[in-house]
């Protein structure tokens, strides 16, 4: 046994992973295959319930790595191959098709319920040799010099200490790391919140927009709900506002009252739920955007919603998640490897994956900026592609900024116009 700070090591792993969602089944899973020897410890039992249903297509090559792709196919999940935005007045955009503009399998997806999906990729991390153990709760990273050397849990009736070469923080927003040494930097601009239920027998469009995820904007613009169409006759339908707008200064507090009002200010959604029936309680979560000043440090890397978490508005969630999750697996394994377990080494995938979210926050952003995405693919229908492209979830490719240019020539002249028009 190993003694560290006072710490009796009971087991040793070249990596514990914090966390049993898809991020960190994706890193353990990977780091397993390369024949790392990996525990993760996961607080609750699965299945269990988490929101963030919808995946976009560029979540299929991660999926391809973990092998998970055949259990996809044959799963009931409803097939996604489009987003589609209705306005504040109920008018619905022109569908943007993934196939079309990417004819290849990856540009059709799928909607997910996360207690199986979930359930699913940590029983896949169990198939790949990891040492998954749930119902054990992290109690702390237990640093010495500076340096992540392990954990302390709680499982059962014990506590015990567990030493690794590499921590990977993948506990969700209540990540353990990010708290204790003041990385979290909140989005001055995205401080959202959502309140959210599911309904059955709500309307369904047909064929290949049979599982469209719409995009329907409030009438006053503060505001938009997500409608995504899941098994069973399921549709998971959630609003998104400003924090203060949809929780504050309201004369009820009742969430019900609150989820009915937005209601009635969304166009798009009320026939789509008039003779729906509601299945599930109502779920308020704080969508407060954020991020994490560093992505790794020495013996330890943050993944998923434990290093950051943007506004939900294009399902990015689950990409982000599965995408940092392999590339910090690539970092940490070639750190393994060459004996080097520093930050500059387990960070390596930093910056190039802070490009890509800055790619999804940019378009974000303009949306709740009243940006018209309709009019700019009419003025620039040779761009469609590119949207379309981030849109899909191809955030890592620089290609994708030709639209940075025309967007913001196009905000200029709506301002220029705003300017000049008489008071």
């Known amino acids: 046994m190993v003694s560290l700070n006072g710490n009796q090591a009971t087991t040793r792993s070249h990596v514990v992973v914090i966390g049993g969602g898809p991020a960190g089944a994706t ?83 799928w909607q997910v319920l996360r207690s199986e999906f979930d359930s699913m990729m940590l029983d896949n991390a169990r198939n790949c040799g990891v040492e998954v153990h749930e119902g054990a709760r992290v109690l702390e990273v237990v640093f010495d010099g500076g340096r992540a050397v392990g954990v302390n849990l709680a499982e059962g009736e014990g506590k015990r200490f567990v030493a690794a070469d590499v921590v990977v923080d993948a506990a969700g927003q209540g ?29 369904r469009d047909a064929g290949r927009d049979e599982g469209a995820t719409l995009v329907m904007q409030l009438d ?33 507090k009742d969430h019900e009252t609150i989820y009915a009002e937005e209601v009635a200010r969304c166009p798009g959604v009320i026939p789509r739920i008039a003779a729906a029936e509601r299945v599930a309680p109502f779920r308020a979560a704080k969508e407060y955007s954020y991020r994490s000043r560093e992505v790794a440090g020495d013996g330890w890397v943050l993944v998923g919603d434990a290093y950051g978490f943007l506004d939900p508005l294009y399902s990015s969630g689950i990409l982000l998640a599965l995408q940092s999750g392999a590339l910090a697996a690539d970092a940490i394994h070639e750190g393994l490897v060459a004996g080097d377990t520093s930050a500059a080494r387990l960070g390596t995938w930093g910056p190039a994956f802070n490009e890509g979210m800055d790619r999804m926050r940019r378009l974000v952003c303009e949306f709740y900026d009243g940006f018209n995405f309709g009019k700019f693919v009419r003025k620039h229908p040779d761009l469609k592609g590119h949207i379309t492209d981030m849109l899909i979830g191809d955030l890592f490719n620089d290609r994708v ?23």
Do not use: C
């Open 175 to 203: 990540g353990l790391i990010q708290d204790r040494l003041g990385l979290r930097q909140w989005d001055p601009d995205l401080k959202k919140a959502a309140l959210s239920t599911y309904w059955k027998g709500a309307k």
């Open 401 to 423: 900024d030709a639209i940075v240019a025309p967007m913001d020539a196009m905000r200029a002249e709506v301002a220029a116009m705003m300017t000049a028009a008489p008071e």
């Open 220 to 252: 006053n613009k503060l505001g938009w709900f997500w409608y995504i169409p899941l098994q069973d006759d399921v549709v998971s339908v959630g609003v998104v506002g400003p924090f203060d707008y949809l929780f504050k200064n309201r004369e009820s």
């Open 27 to 109: 890193t353990s899973t990977l780091l397993a295959k390369q024949g790392h020897r990996v525990t993760l410890f996961e607080r609750e039992t699965f299945p269990r319930y988490h929101i963030g249903e919808s995946l976009i297509p560029e979540t299929f090559w991660v999926l391809e790595r973990l092998g998970v792709l055949p259990w996809l196919r044959e799963s009931r999940f409803v097939r996604k191959e489009s987003v589609q935005f209705v306005t504040g007045t109920g008018k619905l955009s022109e569908p943007f098709y993934f196939p079309d503009n990417k004819p290849h399998e990856s540009s059709r997806t």
